[in-house]
C-alpha cells in the first residue's frame, strides 16, 4: 500500500496536471492539516482514492467536520485495506483560536480514544499501525518557538501502542538538511510538510519501507 501524506503547504508538484501521473498508485491520501478544502479536492478527485484528515491550528476549513468527502480522523480509529489508522488533531495552545489544545486537554483527548484503540486491540491483535497528528511528538521536529513544540502524550502513546508510523505537519522545513524521519522506540515519526509517499511494502517486516522514494530501514 501507498500513502500519500500532505500538510501545511501547497506544492506545485502534486497540485498539477501531472497528479494522476505521478501518484497513480497511491491507496489513499492522509493530510496532516493546514490545507484548504479545494486543494484536498482536487487530490482525492484526480486520484480517485479515499481521504483521512486531522485538522491544524491554521486550518482555512474554519472546523468543518467533513473535508472533500474525506474522512475525520480525529479521535477514531479506522481500518482501511487492513491498516489502522488513528488521529489527533491540533496545535500546542498559544492564543486560544480553533485546534488548539494545552497538554493537559491533548492528554485528554488520547483517554477518549482508549476504548477504540483496546477494542482494535482485541479485534485486530494490535493497537493501530500508523498514528495521523498535526504536530509531533515532544522533542522531536520540534522549532525553538512555542507554537510549534510537541504534545508529550504522543511520546506516550508511541511507546505504550507502538504504530509503524506517526505522521504529522505543523513544522515547516525551510532547509533540506533537517531531517523529516526520525525513529522513536519502535515507530518511524515522519514529518509530512509539503508531501511524502510512503509505501508500506507487501512483506510481514513491519522494518521495511520506503519514503519519497528512498528506500530506508530501521
Known amino acids: 500500500m501507498k500513502i500519500l501524506a500532505v500538510s501545511d503547504h501547497i506544492d506545485p508538484r502534486v497540485y498539477s496536471n501531472l497528479c494522476r501521473e505521478r501518484f497513480q498508485n497511491v491507496s489513499c491520501v492522509i ?7 479545494h486543494y484536498l479536492d482536487f487530490i482525492v478527485s484526480c486520484l480517485n482514492v479515499p481521504l483521512f484528515f486531522v485538522h491544524g491550528n491554521h486550518d482555512p476549513s474554519a472546523g468543518k467536520k467533513s473535508l472533500a468527502g474525506g474522512y475525520n480522523l ?3 480509529v479506522i481500518n482501511f485495506q487492513g491498516i489502522l489508522l488513528a488521529g489527533l488533531e491540533g496545535s500546542l495552545w498559544y492564543n486560544g483560536n480553533i485546534h488548539q489544545y494545552s497538554q493537559r486537554a491533548m492528554y485528554q483527548k488520547y483517554l477518549a480514544l482508549l476504548p477504540q484503540l483496546y477494542w482494535a486491540k482485541m ?13 509531533p ?3 522531536i ?9 510537541g504534545f508529550k502524550v504522543f511520546n506516550h502513546m508511541i511507546k505504550k501502542f507502538q504504530p509503524r508510523f506517526h505522521l504529522h505537519g ?3 522545513l525551510y532547509d533540506r538538511n533537517q531531517s523529516y524521519q526520525d525513529p522513536l ?6 514529518n509530512c510538510y509539503n508531501y511524502r509517499i510512503i509505501d508500506l511494502g507487501r512483506g510481514k517486516d513491519v522494518r521495511d519501507f520506503s519514503i519519497s522514494g528512498v528506500k530506508s530501514r530501521v
Open 170 to 172: 505543523h513544522t515547516h
Open 123 to 135: 479485534r485486530y491483535h494490535r493497537y493501530l499501525d500508523v498514528l495521523v497528528t498535526h504536530s
Open 74 to 76: 480525529d479521535g477514531k
Open 185 to 190: 522506540y519502535q515507530t518511524i515519526v515522519i
Open 31 to 37: 493530510s496532516c492539516g493546514d490545507l484548504p478544502e
Open 141 to 149: 521536529h520540534e522549532s525553538d518557538d512555542p507554537v510549534h513544540k
Open 137 to 139: 511528538p515532544g522533542g
